[in-house]
Structures are given as C-alpha cells and as structure tokens.
C-alpha cells in the first residue's frame, strides 16, 4: 500500500535556529498538505499545493515559515527562527483531488527548547 | 462560532456498546465530508468518506444531514481497539477548496 513519507520523525531544536521537514507524497497525489497540530487539537492547514503551486497558505506565519514544491512531487517546510510556540505535530498529506480523501504521514514532531 | 465543531468526549463505553458522534458545520457550501481516526501521537488515518445517501462498513456506518449541516459516526459492537480520536474532516468552497477539521471526539471502550 502506497504510502506518504515523512522525515525527520523527531526533531529538537533551540529556539532562533532554522529547522526543516521533508514529505514525498503519494505517487500520482496532484494536491500535497502541510498541517500543524497541537496536542487536543484538529490539524490546523498551513499550505496547500496543487502540483507546484500554492492554492492556500493562509494561515501559514510567513514571516518565519516556507514552503516549497518545486517539481510537484515532493515538499519541503521551513521554519526560521523557530520559536518555542512551534512546537507541535508538523503533518503532510496528500490526495488525488482537492475534494477527495487526505493520506497522511507519520508526521514530524518537533520541539523547540 | 467554529467551522467545524465536534463534542470533546471522552465518550467512555463498555465493548459491545453502541456509539454516536456528531460533527456540525457552518458553511453551506461545504461538499464533501470524512471521518478519519487518530491514535494517540500517531497520524490521522481516514476512517470512511461520508456520501449523502450513508454508508456502511462493517460496524461503521457514516451518515449527512445536509438540512442540519451535520455528519455522524455510530460504532456498533464496540471493541477495546475502538479507543481512539474520531476526527470529522469537511471541505468546504471558499474560492478554492478548504479542509477544516474538528478538534476530534475522544473514544475509550473498556473491558
């Protein structure tokens, strides 16, 4: 069974440093998802992807946060300077169409000391 | 008043009990719904799409009252591996498409 991966699965960081998390989609998923989720939470959408571009980023901090797709495949999020309050659960899905079920990822979780 | 809101739980049954969850939602426009299943500091995992006429899997059955702008999820046969978050998911058209998800149902089934 096709999978999305993700990686690195744990991450600590000091606040101020950059910090970045990698996800390959499943082949053949046009629409690509970065979530953050707090603990008691729901996933909070950061960006959305369809293909290369980006259909959705509006709730994502872009004085400190980017994201990229460049060949429509896989994504990479970054976070610079992190700051304490990001740490969270950082989540990549992705689905066929931008109406259709969400995979997700293992998920990243990332601390900021 | 959220998008999608979902009663916190934690919903605590026996095995073999019969569960619901309900999901509400604001926006009209909303197409298409999901329930996915999360356990704890794991990946959400879908669950079943919710289609407008229901449906069922196993002891899973999904239901949308587009009328009263919610979803449900009733669990029958309750089993100990039921416990978990049960997570509505609703796209909505804001422009494009948009997830929102709820904040999840809390689910321990005990022995």
């Known amino acids: 069974e096709a999978e999305v991966a993700q990686s690195p699965r744990y991450k600590i960081t000091e606040k101020s440093q950059a910090v970045a998390f990698w996800c390959d989609p499943i082949s053949g998923h046009a629409t690509l998802y970065w979530y953050r989720q707090i603990l008691g939470q729901g996933p909070e959408l950061l960006v959305q992807?369809?293909?290369?571009?980006?259909?959705?980023d509006s709730q994502l901090p872009k004085d400190r946060f980017s994201a990229e797709r460049l060949k429509g495949v896989d994504s990479t999020l970054k976070i610079q300077p992190a700051e304490l309050g990001d740490s969270a659960m950082y989540l990549c899905a992705s689905s066929l169409g931008v109406d259709r079920e969400q995979y997700f990822g293992p998920g990243t979780r990332l601390t900021v000391t | 008043r959220k998008e999608v809101e979902q009663d916190p739980g934690p919903f605590n049954v026996p095995e073999g009990a019969t569960v619901a969850f309900n999901c509400t939602y604001s926006?009209?426009?909303?197409?298409?719904f999901f329930w996915y299943r999360q356990d704890c500091r794991k990946e959400p995992k879908l669950l079943m799409s919710v289609y407008s006429s229901g449906n069922e899997d196993g002891r899973f059955t999904a239901q949308l009252n587009r009328a009263s702008q919610y979803i449900s999820l009733l669990i029958r046969d309750s089993k100990l591996s039921d416990s978990a978050t049960y997570l509505c998911a609703v796209n909505m058209r804001t422009g494009g498409f948009k997830t929102i998800f709820g904040a999840g149902t809390r689910l321990f089934v005990k022995a």
């Open positions: 926006n009209s426009a909303s197409q298409s």
């Open positions: 992807f369809q293909d290369e571009s980006v259909v959705d």
